[in-house]
């Protein structure tokens, strides 16, 4: 994943950016014990998000603390071990091992061996992650597989390379129920509206190596901001609908803030190019 799902900070209230946090420390945690110590070192915001819409809409989050990954020395409440955790934690890796994997196909001999590295790394974790998520495993690679081809082909279509890669994640959804089908279109669009993002902010640098980019595809080399936005503001629009149908119980507020706050501030960010500073910054209070 990416990194492009975050919370807009200043207008969280402070026991929804504590839920947040607990959230993400509490995926490290999940991931470390699951995985061990090589898979926390992929979480992301994304990921974050993730656990979050996975998360049983009545059940509550229970807390404890816990020493952090990222520093030993220092205890942080955390959410304990939970269906949902596991779930994201599990979908993490394999979304993880197969983006290494797409990274080393798109940068040659060179240009991928970090990544080649990294996926070295991740092996083991991934091969534990297959077996317990298989069906879900085996979806993104198909999609990755589809979306491989159409790039090959210099795909014209923005439509068709996004929801390609919109039903990667889709798939990322429990396919039960009422709830399962309003998860399943919220990741669609998050899916769709990721694709689009990724795809405008490699813009510049994809006509630089000569790769194939859908943006540059479908709207020219100089692309067009103005059809491009519309596009990924509608799915915007729809991942707003899908979640007030849904039930998330007290993470509602937080998934708001991310989807009509974030996302967009976001999404202006990568336009305006100011992202590159943008995604380095911490959303962690100065003093935590």
């Not at 990416?2 to 504590?18: A, I, M, S, T």
């Not at 990222?70 to 599990?90: F, G, I, Q, Y």
């Not at 039960?176 to 509206?193: D, F």
Request: with cysteine.
């Amino acid at each position: 994943m990416f990194g492009y799902v975050r919370p807009y900070r200043p207008e969280l209230k402070c026991k929804d950016f504590d839920l947040y946090r607990a959230t993400y420390c509490g995926l490290c945690r999940c991931l470390r014990r699951r995985y061990g110590l090589i898979a926390p070192l992929f979480l992301n915001f994304d990921f974050t998000f993730l656990a979050l819409v996975l998360w049983e809409a009545e059940g509550q989050a229970e807390f404890c603390r816990g020493r952090c990954h990222a520093n030993p020395l220092v205890k942080k409440t955390m959410c304990m071990d939970s269906p949902a955790l596991e779930l994201a934690a599990d979908e993490s890796v394999i979304l993880t091992w197969w983006k290494l994997r797409d990274s080393i196909k798109d940068d040659g001999l060179w240009g991928g061996m970090p990544a080649r590295l990294l996926a070295g790394l991740l092996r083991r974790s991934y091969k534990k992650a297959r077996v317990r998520r298989p069906g879900f495993d085996q979806s993104v690679k198909q999609c990755l597989e589809e979306l491989e081809t159409l790039e090959g082909e210099k795909c014209p279509s923005l439509d068709r390379t996004a929801d390609t890669f919109a039903r990667l994640l889709q798939s990322a959804a429990p396919n039960e129920g009422e709830q399962g089908r309003i998860l399943g279109q919220l990741l669609y669009h998050l899916g769709r509206w990721i694709y689009l993002a990724d795809a405008r902010d490699d813009l510049a640098e994809d006509l630089t190596a000569g790769r194939y980019n859908p943006v540059a595809a479908r709207y020219g080399p100089e692309g067009d901001e103005a059809a491009l936005a519309l596009t990924m503001d509608q799915s915007l629009g729809q991942m707003g609908a899908a979640l007030q149908l849904g039930e998330f119980g007290c993470r509602k507020v937080l998934l708001e803030n991310m989807i009509y706050l974030g996302l967009p501030l976001v999404q202006r960010a990568v336009f305006d190019g100011s992202w590159a500073q943008i995604k380095k910054q911490k959303i962690w209070r100065n003093d935590t």
